[in-house]
């Protein structure tokens, strides 16, 4: 049992000394008003309780701090983000690393954002639900919910509505089987966030949808980039086009032999405007698009502006 503690505390220290020793780097890339204090005691508190977690390389927990403080998301019990534990086969031998997923509540807080979003609203629908939808020139969803207890095979459409000022709604609903088509594209499709948070991931799978017809901000590009990472195991690259001369040149001045995308990747980081993504291989990333727009009857609310 000794050992076994003195291996916990060494593993804790481990990580503390790197946070402490990436510090000024992580507030370097933080927002304003970003209290890294705070990130670091909830890093440590969901390591601690997590033996998996506490297993992962301290590298990977700085890159997950990193895209915490670029975001301005927190881990915790409010679902924001989550640091998954993932053991990346990559690298030989084999190591855990801690990959980062983004919450339906993180996606929401990161869209509430936009001064022209007024309102996020999602929810589940049930089997013992009442439910009817219309598509069309006149579209609109009717849902009451019945008495059930919420069970996860149960779940039989989930749907996301976003209010924007000046009036007009952006919506998006999916049926169990389109829900079922994006979790097979997840890296996570079989691990736990999805086995216990069903319902979340769902209402977070029509919230991701929604997003690619809102206002967008610089966050949320940086989210869906994060976010195809975990899909595809690809990382995915932001830079300013402003910059973009200077990324070329120093390109170009290399030698053929180490001139595309990994050296883009090498010379250009996040930008804070009109981001684009570079993926790191010659693979192209595609997505299928069966988003259904409708309008609201009865829903359930995320979050709502003042």
């Known amino acids: 049992m000794s050992n076994i503690l003195a291996a916990h505390s060494a593993k804790v220290k481990s ?7 990436n510090r000024k780097f992580i507030n370097q890339v933080a927002t304003t008003g970003f209290d890294l204090r705070r990130l670091k005691g909830l890093v440590l508190a ?9 297993q992962c390389t301290p590298n990977s927990w700085i890159k997950f701090m990193i895209q915490c403080a670029e975001l301005n998301l927190f881990p915790g019990p409010m679902g924001h983000i989550y640091p998954v534990p993932f053991k990346n086969n990559k690298v030989n031998p084999a190591v855990k690393e801690v990959q980062t997923i ?8 990161l869209m509430m ?20 939808y219309e598509l069309g020139t006149s579209p609109f969803i009717r849902h009451k919910k019945g008495d059930h207890d919420y069970a996860s095979k149960d779940v ?3 749907y996301c509505i976003v209010s924007l000022k ?13 829900i079922e088509h994006y979790r097979s ?17 769902a209402v977070k799978t029509t919230v991701r949808q929604v997003v690619k017809f809102c206002p967008t901000t610089p966050e949320l590009v940086r989210a869906e980039a994060l976010e195809m990472e975990a899909e595809t195991g690809i990382d995915v690259v932001l830079w300013d086009p402003s910059s973009a001369e200077d990324v070329v ?23 804070n405007s009109e981001e684009v993504y570079v993926p790191s291989s010659n693979e192209a990333i595609g997505r299928e698009h069966e988003d259904r727009a409708v309008y609201p009857d009865d829903q359930l609310p995320l979050e709502d502006k003042d």
């Open 156 to 158: 039989t459409h989930a």
């Open 102 to 109: 983004i919450g339906y509540k993180g996606y929401t807080d």
């Open 166 to 178: 000046g009036g007009g709604h952006v919506i998006t609903i999916h049926t169990r089987k389109e």
């Open 46 to 54: 969901t390591a601690t309780r997590t033996p998996e977690l506490l």
């Open 15 to 21: 990580l503390v000394d790197e946070i402490e020793s």
């Open 185 to 201: 594209k997840s890296a996570q499709r079989d691990g736990n966030i999805w086995r216990d948070n069903y319902a979340p991931m």
């Open 249 to 271: 040149e120093a390109v170009e001045a290399l030698p053929n032999k180490e001139r595309g995308v990994s050296a883009l990747k090498a010379k250009v980081g996040a930008g």
């Open 113 to 132: 954002r936009h001064p022209s979003v007024l309102s996020v609203n999602g929810a589940c629908v049930y089997e013992q639900d009442e439910f009817e």
